[in-house]
């Protein structure tokens, strides 16, 4: 069971940035669909961005302020967030998908806020 840990929340105000690590237990390949979601109290999961074989997808409510990145070496993978609004307030979570695979980390808490 491959283990992810999520680190790099914490309190921003308004229009600040901050990175999120995922740190994999295993080898990430590429064709690994990484993703990055949030959620809040009482609302869905949302899909925030993603990558797979060299492929970014992003929720446009975050596109232009948030990149996601791998690094193969680290088995890692970021999000950077920029311009950050209160609405990016929520759990951030790390997701695997791939060889039979759909694995979460805990998550990391992200609050935008004055």
């Known amino acids: 069971q491959v283990q992810l840990v999520e680190s790099g929340g914490g309190l921003v105000q308004p229009g600040g940035s901050l990175r999120l690590s995922c740190a994999a237990s295993?080898?990430?390949?590429?064709?690994?669909?990484m993703g990055w979601y949030r959620q809040t109290p009482g609302k869905q999961r949302e899909l925030v961005a993603n990558?797979?074989?060299?492929?970014?997808m992003y929720a446009d409510s975050v596109k232009g302020r948030f990149t996601i990145s791998r690094d193969s070496d680290k088995n890692t993978v970021y999000l950077q967030m920029n311009s950050l609004k209160p609405e990016d307030t929520a759990v951030y979570l790390c997701?695997?998908?791939?060889?039979?695979?759909?694995?979460w980390g805990q998550g990391t808490q992200v609050t935008v806020s004055s």
């Open positions: 997701n695997l998908r791939g060889a039979g695979m759909n694995s």
């Open positions: 295993i080898r990430i390949f590429s064709f690994y669909i």
């Open positions: 990558i797979g074989s060299g492929i970014t």
